[in-house]
């Protein structure tokens, strides 16, 4: 998740004079990131939207455009991790991405953040080839700027969200070479996103066991937004090699984990429930 609180550390009392997110509005959407961590996706929204609406509220032109752009984009993050399809986070990134391009404030330095959330919502929505291309215009444009410290992360993210885009799409050996080539370099939090996509790709490709394994090393437990995705990939490969106790048992654990944490309408509680109805039949 891209902070906006530590994307402008350079805002201060100066900036905020120019028209910059004051830091106190800064400081709330840093609270609505931990609510997020925290598994608390609705309370985060929430905080969010209600600093939009405050400040649209103000019945004249508002000096901080910033900050009504960084909490709509915080407000619509929640949104897609917590998997609420309506109304739609496509529509809401789509629109943030629109003004960013058009701006040179604050705002414009989460222009590929906001690029590849709506990659990820793509996905949700099955349109893997747009995804695919979106994911590919971050990767780009972060190559074009040059190394930077703080685009490590993102890039990486960018990779784990194509490597899930060609395997929406069946180009499972694409995915495997993503996933093995950024594993050795992945900085810890991202070492179990790489893996999902390693055990997804590999178990596509019909490698099971291979898929097991290398799920085994998935690195630090699951934020609230990653709740059940490795696991569904580790049921499906059990599935596939005709283990069928332990398939119901890791994709019931899986369920559980997204009933805990996500919206009824995320598109991987649906995934998980289409996978155990296929290793129980009714």
């Not at 490590?152 to 069946?170: P, R, Y």
């Not at 093995?180 to 999902?196: F, I, S, T, W, Y």
């Not at 390693?198 to 291979?210: A, I, K, N, V």
């Not at 069928?244 to 649906?270: F, I, K, Q």
């Amino acid at each position: 998740m891209a902070n906006p609180k530590r994307m402008v550390q350079a805002t201060s009392w100066v900036a905020w004079v120019g028209g910059a997110p004051a830091p106190w509005h800064l400081a709330t959407l840093d609270e609505a990131y931990a609510l997020m961590e925290e598994g608390r996706f609705e309370d985060a929204e929430r905080r969010a939207r209600a600093l939009v609406t405050a400040r649209r509220g103000r019945g004249r032109q508002d000096r901080r455009p910033s900050t009504v752009w960084f909490a709509a984009f915080v407000a619509a993050l929640a949104a897609r991790l917590h998997g609420r399809q309506e109304p739609s986070p496509l529509t809401e990134f789509e629109t943030l991405i629109a003004e960013a391009e058009k701006s040179y404030d604050l705002h414009h330095i989460l222009l590929l953040p906001a690029r590849l959330n709506r990659a990820h919502v793509l996905i949700d929505v099955e349109r893997p080839a747009e995804a695919e291309t979106e994911a590919q215009f971050v990767l780009s444009a972060l190559a074009r700027r040059g190394p930077r410290a703080d685009d490590k992360k993102l890039e990486t993210s960018a990779l784990v969200c194509l490597g899930h885009a060609l395997c929406a799409q069946g180009r499972y050996e694409e995915a495997e070479a993503i996933a093995r080539g950024n594993l050795p370099r992945a900085e810890a939090d991202l070492v179990r996103p790489l893996r999902v996509v390693l055990t997804r790709s590999l178990s596509g490709l019909g490698r099971h066991e291979e898929a097991l394994a290398e799920a085994s090393d998935a690195g630090r437990e699951a934020p609230p937004h990653a709740v059940g995705h490795l696991e569904l990939h580790r049921a499906a490969a059990l599935h596939a090699l005709g283990r069928r106790d332990e398939a119901r048992a890791e994709a019931g654990r899986a369920l559980a984990g997204c009933e805990r944490y996500l919206h009824p309408a995320h598109p991987r509680t649906a995934a998980i429930r289409t996978l155990l109805a296929r290793i129980t039949p009714s």
